[in-house]
């Protein structure tokens, strides 16, 4: 005969699988709902962009949302004189170089890929498997840009950062890299008055 305590061990655990159930069973719709709904936006979005009409590339998942879709959109509603080369041998949306003068212009850094070390007062930059600093990661790029262009093209480079991941940040000059705030919200404007498009 099953003990007490077993039969109300086995209880709160049919109970327990049977709530996650119900939970599941009500929420899975929603979350469906929202994915839909974001799908089709970011499809339609996608659709009515600068990026699109130019290039005809094919949708994929969330591509509106990408930093050189993004870019690409602000570059051309800010009508500036960038240079874009689309490196098809990457598969993520967009991917590809920005190019003014002898300038590579880095687009997708964020907090999720770049941070300031404030004990060691350097930048540094996530890479697959650990963090690196920030100008070798750059000097990289560079050499990789000009390799893909077949050129000796880009000799620095301007990071467009969100504007806040700079507040309190001392500044720190480098021979290669500038910095250039702007704001997400408003990226066509921010570029516009970026310092290197009045040089």
Same mark, same amino acid.
Request: proline letters at 2%; one cysteine or more.
């Given at each position: 005969?099953?003990?007490?305590?077993?039969?109300?061990?086995?209880?709160?655990?049919?109970?327990?699988?049977?709530?996650?159930?119900?939970?599941?069973?009500?929420?899975?719709?929603?979350?469906?709902?929202?994915?839909?709904? @974001?799908?089709?936006?970011?499809?339609?979005?996608? +659709?009515?962009? #600068?990026?699109?009409?130019?290039?005809?590339?094919?949708?994929?998942?969330?591509? $509106?949302?990408?930093?050189?879709?993004?870019?690409?959109?602000?570059?051309?509603? $800010?009508?500036?004189?960038?240079?874009? =080369? #689309?490196?098809?041998?990457?598969?993520?949306?967009?991917?590809? =170089?920005?190019? =003014? @003068?002898?300038?590579?212009?880095?687009?997708?850094?964020?907090?999720?890929?770049?941070?300031?070390?404030?004990?060691?007062?350097?930048?540094?930059?996530?890479?697959?498997?650990?963090?690196?600093?920030?100008?070798? %990661?750059?000097? +990289?790029?560079? &050499? !990789?840009?000009? &390799?893909?262009?077949?050129?000796? #093209?880009?000799?620095? $480079?301007?990071?467009?950062? %969100?504007?806040?991941?700079?507040?309190?940040?001392? &500044?720190?000059? =480098?021979?290669?890299?500038?910095?250039?705030?702007?704001?997400? #919200?408003?990226? $066509?404007?921010?570029?516009?008055?970026? !310092?290197?498009?009045?040089?």
């Amino acid at each position: 005969m099953m003990s007490m305590k077993l039969f109300f061990k086995k209880f709160g655990e049919a109970l327990f699988t049977f709530f996650i159930a119900v939970l599941f069973i009500i929420f899975s719709p929603i979350i469906l709902i929202l994915f839909l709904i @974001k799908t089709v936006s970011d499809y339609f979005k996608y +659709k009515k962009s #600068r990026y699109y009409r130019d290039t005809h590339e094919k949708y994929t998942w969330m591509c $509106a949302s990408s930093e050189y879709v993004v870019f690409y959109n602000a570059v051309k509603a $800010a009508e500036l004189p960038v240079e874009y =080369y #689309r490196n098809n041998q990457i598969k993520e949306a967009g991917y590809g =170089y920005f190019v =003014y @003068k002898d300038t590579l212009l880095i687009c997708d850094y964020d907090s999720d890929s770049v941070y300031f070390d404030k004990e060691r007062e350097e930048w540094f930059a996530y890479d697959a498997k650990d963090c690196v600093l920030l100008e070798s %990661e750059i000097k +990289k790029e560079i &050499e !990789a840009v000009n &390799e893909f262009l077949g050129e000796n #093209r880009c000799s620095k $480079a301007v990071i467009f950062i %969100e504007s806040s991941m700079l507040e309190g940040v001392p &500044e720190k000059h =480098y021979e290669l890299i500038e910095f250039s705030p702007v704001s997400e #919200r408003d990226l $066509a404007s921010a570029l516009k008055k970026s !310092a290197l498009f009045s040089k």
